[in-house]
């Protein structure tokens, strides 16, 4: 039993000192931030773009 004990605390501490899954979640974080800052920006140009862009359709059709 105490060695089945020793393994685990060894296999913990081995999982700890990995940074595969740090460098993973911080990826992840980015990306979510990306995505915030993406989604405000079209909510806040929103009326903006799609008026240019009504203006770049109506000329074109013309």
Known sequence: MLKLFINLKLAIA???EEE???G????ALIL???AIVA?????LLGGK???ALS???T????
């Open 49 to 51: 773009v799609q008026s």
């Open 14 to 16: 081995r999982a700890m």
């Open 32 to 34: 979510a931030l990306i």
């Open 59 to 62: 000329s074109l059709t013309t």
């Open 20 to 22: 595969e899954g740090q």
């Open 55 to 57: 203006t770049v359709a």
């Open 24 to 27: 993973l979640t911080e990826y």
């Open 39 to 43: 989604i405000a920006a079209l909510t």
